[in-house]
């Protein structure tokens, strides 16, 4: 009965949010998108009471340039090539957003509404925010990845989040996952599969330089 209650506060956050369309009746497909919805809530909820409990610290960033002092930890990320993770909002199965900085202004993000494309870098307007930056590579490395997610502008949204090699339509975690995987090698997919947002977060490739 539990379980059911949380299914429905959930569904009804969503429907009120306008992110996803209403259904009159289950099946097997819905109760497994769900199943997968719940499993990253409480994924997120897990970094939320590591970061709480300092069991998960926040670290300083790399360096707006390879060599430089490395920005304070806990900072609002400006630099390019820095992960921004949301738990907001949802999108079929994916919770939340994922984007790639691109300059101390702009992101590089793809929506259901116009794929990719950039937007400003406010992303302190979400309630939740993970800056996140991966670990062995320079800050070079990172521009040149956020340079790669650019080059994308103006495809469509990848609404078959399980076909994660395309690079002819992109969804947000998969935008960036593609660009570190090929200008990098690093393979941010944490859980195999689809990339999901919070993958970008939890992978052993990655630290985390701010929370909101």
């Not at 670290?59 to 060599?67: F, L």
């Not at 994660?164 to 393979?187: A, D, H, M, P, R």
Request: hydrophobic share 35%; glycine share 10%; aromatic share 10%.
């Amino acid at each position: 009965m539990k379980k059911i209650l949380v299914s429905l506060f959930f569904s009804v956050i969503l429907l009120a949010g306008g992110l996803i369309p209403s259904v009159s009746h289950a099946s097997s497909e819905s109760v497994e998108e769900e199943k997968i919805v719940l499993q990253q809530l409480e994924a997120f909820d897990k970094i939320d009471q590591e970061i709480k409990s300092n069991t998960m610290e926040i670290q300083a960033d790399k360096g707006v340039k390879d060599g430089d002092v490395t920005v304070m930890a806990g900072t609002y990320p400006t630099r390019k090539g820095v992960i921004l993770v949301t738990k907001d909002g949802k999108y079929g199965s994916l919770v939340g957003h994922a984007g790639i900085i691109y300059s101390s202004t702009s992101t590089v993000e793809s929506f259901p509404s116009g794929g990719v494309g950039t937007y400003s870098n406010n992303w302190t307007k979400y309630s939740t925010v993970y800056g996140v930056t991966t670990r062995g590579t320079t800050a070079t490395q990172d521009a040149n990845v956020a340079n790669r997610a650019y080059s994308h502008r103006g495809k469509a949204y990848n609404w078959d989040f399980t076909n994660i090699n395309t690079t002819s339509k992109f969804y947000c975690s998969q935008l960036v996952y593609e660009g570190y995987k090929t200008i990098t090698g690093l393979n941010l997919n944490q859980g195999g599969g689809i990339v999901f947002p919070i993958d970008l977060v939890q992978s052993s490739h990655t630290y985390t330089i701010y929370s909101k």
